[in-house]
């Protein structure tokens, strides 16, 4: 089993910026990738970012792209996202996830932590 927890949320002003923390503990010495993805009230859950544990390629959507930046610590089974330039629009719960078992398939899930952008 493999436990994913979030740390970093909060709340912060429009063009503000805030750092989430996901790390990954358990059977995790093989997995493909860890990402974060991300649900606003009423609307379905999103990709936001990824990057690989081997290679480091790094992945984000286009609405995120030039203000959020995903890195990785393999040592720590770490990632963080930096999201500088917050916008009202990127208000979500923002879950962690970990490719374990197949580099297509997300795995395992945190629970999710709160961020909220005042306008």
């Known amino acids: 089993q493999v436990q994913v927890v979030e740390s970093g949320g909060g709340l912060v002003q429009a063009g503000g910026s805030l750092r989430l923390s996901c790390a990954a503990s358990?059977?995790?010495?093989?997995?493909?990738?860890m990402g974060w993805f991300r649900q606003a009230p009423g609307k379905e859950r999103e990709f936001v970012a990824s990057i690989t544990r081997n290679g480091g390629s790094a992945y984000s959507s286009e609405s995120v792209k030039g203000r959020f930046a995903i890195s990785r610590d393999n040592a720590k089974n770490t990632i963080l996202l930096q999201m500088n330039s917050l916008k009202p629009e990127d208000t979500a719960v923002y879950y962690c996830?970990?490719?374990?078992?197949?580099?297509?398939?997300?795995?395992?899930w945190g629970q999710g932590t709160q961020v909220t952008v005042s306008s």
């Open positions: 358990g059977r995790t010495f093989s997995y493909y990738a």
């Open positions: 996830a970990v490719q374990v078992l197949s580099p297509t398939k997300w795995d395992f």
